[in-house]
């Protein structure tokens, strides 16, 4: 991977901050390896950029792009060869080079359309190009292969199922992959989208530091944060040093709140029910998968990156549908070495609001019978302000409640997602 005197000066501070800093390390590293151009080493590479042939990246593409470039996918230099491919699709390891045998759980791999593969020659050049046109990264081609897209989604995603969100993403991607190093030359909207929340890892690690934290939780959301999410970061807060909320910022499915709403209704979470300086409110630039289990460990592995020494994982962790039992997502930890991750899951099982306790509670601390439990979920509270049904009281805090019906409001009756109760979140 070419380094230029930016990325240098970058990894001499880290470093340095990284010596006194009392956080997990990088997986895999002993610093983060971030692989964002910037200055006039990014300024000549887009200039060279625009003279390559160009592959349009999808969305999940980008996403994993930006993270190859701000470190957040720590050490990879960039989308995965056959051997990795198949190594992490198989035994969740990479095959090859330097991190040959460090565990991986899920492919970051670039496809194109067959035509594009077979004009392509190892030690090539291409620009890598969001579907708007911005120049996102340029490849230098190591390898270009065919895979087996059923058997990638059977292993990741346990199902070959082309409703699953996850499976239509494989399935849909170029005929070919294209392996290869990248020089990463945007961040895209997050910074000015998001310029509150959206931060890298060592602007997070940074923020860490500062605080004095050695061990953190990260809280992975895709929705707004009903009271079973307040009651496991609080749970966390009592184990943890302060809790890293931490939102997905990229692409869902429909029927999911946006990023911008979600964000507002989180702060105003946190600025009314919880102690301050316990918690910290971040994004990272990902599109969901919807791996369930396998995703789970994947977001382990990038919190981690972040400086996050656990994660909390409760029912149906980066679930979607009846794919996936309430707790597969912690279930698959047991079967990772010990030497393979450092960040530890936090397993919490049912959470609920108890009638007979008037509080929440979990299957471990309430003595109540099941019909005193209140079972909340994201897609219970998402199916009845979507449908504009009443919400009882003890799913939501009332401020969250109203940013979230005033984004309902703006959005016509027959314009809304069906939101389904499948699964999980069916009980």
Known sequence: MTSSIANQEGSNQQTSNQQASKLVPPHGSSELKPLLLKGDARKQALKLASTLPTITLSSRERGDLIMLGIGGFTPLNGFMNQADWQGVVDNMRLQSGENAGLFWP?????????????????????????????????????????????????????????????????????????????????????????????????????????????????????????????????????????????????????????????????????????????????????????????????????RQNYGCSHLIVGRDHAGVGDYYGAFDAQTIFEYVGKDDLITQPLKIGWTFWCNACNAMASDKTCPHEASEHVKVSGTKLRKALSEDEEVPENFSRPEVLEILRDYYAGIAREERAEVKLVGASAV
């Not at 040093?241 to 979470?269: W, Y």
Request: hydrophobic share 40%.
């Open 106 to 302: 899920i492919p970051i791999t670039l496809s194109a359309p067959k035509a594009t593969a077979e004009s392509l020659n190892q030690g090539d050049k291409v620009a890598l190009v969001a579907k708007d046109g911005e120049i996102m990264g340029i490849l230098r081609v190591e390898e270009t292969y065919t895979i087996d897209k059923a058997h990638e989604c059977q292993q990741v995603f346990t199902t070959t199922d082309s409703e699953h969100p996850g499976v239509q993403q494989v399935l849909n991607q170029g005929e070919v992959n294209i392996a290869g190093s990248v020089e990463v030359l945007s961040e895209g909207e997050f910074p000015t989208l998001y310029p509150e929340i959206y931060k890298t890892p060592a602007e997070t690690r940074a923020i860490l530091d500062a605080k004095g934290w050695k061990t953190v939780a990260a809280f992975q959301t895709r929705n707004p944060m009903h009271r079973s999410h307040e009651y496991l970061a609080k749970i966390a807060i009592e184990i943890c040093d302060g809790v890293l909320i931490h939102s997905l910022l990229g692409a869902l499915k429909p029927g999911d709140i946006p990023a911008e709403v979600r964000q507002e209704a989180i702060k105003t979470l946190i600025d009314n029910y919880f102690r301050q300086d316990t918690v910290i409110q971040a994004g990272y630039p990902l599109d969901m998968r919807y791996a369930g289990p396998r995703e789970a460990l994947l977001h382990a592995v990038f």
